[in-house]
């Protein structure tokens, strides 16, 4: 009898593994994605900028509802048109069912671009904040793409962005226009990152959600009242963030992290941290060219998006080193000096955005050599304490060899940014 009992037990327990063996994955993965929107579909809205003269929208994205029923999360960029000129536009919401209504900017974090708002009325049950999953983890965005209605995309975790300065989760699928500020979920329906940007090829970027959650703990403290000088708190959060990022590159060289290489008769830092890249573009002597140049380029992985058209946080600078092929001391200098020239890397910016270019030029000594060094500035006019910076310097002196070396530095505070010029040229070091 007990033998029997033994062999039914033993029966009802392989039955149950055979019927969930028979369940195909793709009906489980099918069950999570149809629950998690069931669940969040009331909770996440468009957002949308309203031109006042026409009550037609201009820009469209996503948002959803967090931390209170009355706010909600969006991206920086799908409120931009409005933060920008306030008295030409609205915010407002549309949700699943076609209901509207007016929308108020509480505060925003520029760099992250994360903007949080509320609404007059409650919106839904807010979304819950979570921590990144572990790399290879399913993750599922939701929006609203190209104005389709609300969707959800399915994809894969990626991992951090380390060598990154704003850290974004690589997100292996397909976001589209419209779903920017939407909500990405774990398989708990936590938020774990805020939809920010594609590359197509199902190359998509999320903000990680902790950064909002910053944003949400700095509202609690004051009770949820709105920024008031929106340019003046933009401005700061520009200037200490570039502040802190050229500080990480000031320290990597105190550390004797900076890496090096030989260029012509120069050693010269390149990758100054993790966040910069270098490439090479020299030529080879057997082109038959008569002025020889290799170039090596490093910059940053960075851009924080202002407006349409004017991005900041770039950092980069370039090498040059020429050789005459042959030629004679004049002819070298001709060809030498038409390679000189001082451009900024944001150059579509107008008169209405900046100040010109002011540059102070003088002869220095750089790894005891002479050069003719240019340091150019240039104001923002909305966002005070806001520069550009170019350095131009240039070997002089030499017969049929030259050097040329920029450095630009895009939104930064100019007083601090004096110290990496210095901290740069000073490393240079001329090979005897």
């Known amino acids: 009898m007990q033998k029997l009992l033994q062999w039914r037990v033993v029966s009802l327990w392989l039955a149950f593994v055979l019927i969930n063996l028979s369940i195909p994955i793709s009906s489980y993965g099918a069950n999570i994605t149809t629950n998690l929107y069931t669940d969040v579909e009331k909770s996440v809205y468009q957002i949308r900028v309203i031109n006042k003269q026409t009550g037609k929208k201009i820009t469209i994205g996503s948002g959803f509802v967090v931390g209170r029923e009355d706010i909600v999360a969006t991206n920086y960029h799908v409120v931009s048109s409005y933060v920008n000129d306030i008295n030409n536009y609205t915010l407002d919401y549309l949700s699943k069912s076609g209901k509207t209504g007016e929308l108020t900017l509480l505060d925003l974090d520029i760099v992250h671009d994360l903007?949080?708002?509320?609404?007059?009325?409650?919106?839904?049950?807010?979304?819950?904040?979570?921590?990144?999953?572990?790399?290879?983890?399913?993750?599922?965005s939701i929006g609203n793409p190209l104005d389709l209605g609300l969707s959800i995309v399915e994809g894969t975790n990626n991992g951090v962005l380390e060598y990154s300065t704003d850290q974004n989760i690589l997100f292996s699928g397909s976001l589209n226009a419209g779903m920017s500020g939407g909500p990405t979920l774990d398989e708990q329906?936590?938020?774990?990152?805020?939809?920010?940007?594609?590359?197509?090829?199902?190359?998509?970027?999320?903000?990680?959600?902790?950064h909002l959650g910053v944003i949400l703990d700095r509202l609690k403290l004051r009770n949820y009242t709105p920024v008031q000088d929106l340019n003046t708190y933009i401005s700061q959060q520009l200037i200490e963030n570039m502040r802190s990022y050229l500080q990480e590159l000031l320290k990597s060289k105190q550390d004797n992290q900076w890496n090096y290489t030989h260029i012509g008769q120069l050693k010269v830092p390149t990758e100054m941290n993790s966040t910069v890249r270098c490439w090479d573009g020299s030529e080879s002597k057997e082109n038959g060219s008569l002025l020889v140049n290799y170039f090596t380029q490093c910059s940053n992985e960075r851009s924080i998006f202002l407006k349409e058209g004017m991005d900041v946080g770039q950092f980069q600078y370039q090498?040059?080193?020429f050789e005459g092929n042959g030629l004679w001391s004049t002819h070298f200098y001709r060809l030498y000096e038409g390679k000189n020239g001082v451009e900024a890397l944001n150059n579509k910016l107008t008169t209405k955005d900046v100040t010109a270019f002011q540059c102070f030029?003088?002869?220095v000594k750089i790894a005891d050599r002479p050069f003719k060094v240019s340091i150019c500035r240039r104001?923002?006019?909305?966002?005070?304490?806001?520069?550009?910076?170019?350095?131009?310097?240039?070997?002089?002196g030499e017969k049929t060899q030259g050097f040329i070396f920029n450095l630009d530095m895009v939104g930064t505070e100019f007083d601090y940014s004096l110290k990496v010029v210095e901290a740069l040229i000073g490393a240079f070091e001329w090979k005897k």
Do not use: C, H, M
């Open 115 to 140: 903007a949080v708002l509320k609404a007059s009325q409650p919106l839904g049950k807010p979304l819950g904040l979570g921590k990144v999953p572990r790399k290879g983890a399913n993750l599922y």
């Open 189 to 210: 329906g936590l938020v774990v990152g805020i939809n920010v940007a594609t590359s197509g090829n199902e190359i998509s970027f999320l903000v990680a959600a902790r």
């Open 319 to 321: 090498y040059d080193w």
């Open 361 to 363: 030029t003088n002869f």
């Open 379 to 396: 104001n923002y006019l909305n966002y005070e304490g806001l520069s550009d910076v170019v350095v131009n310097g240039v070997l002089v």
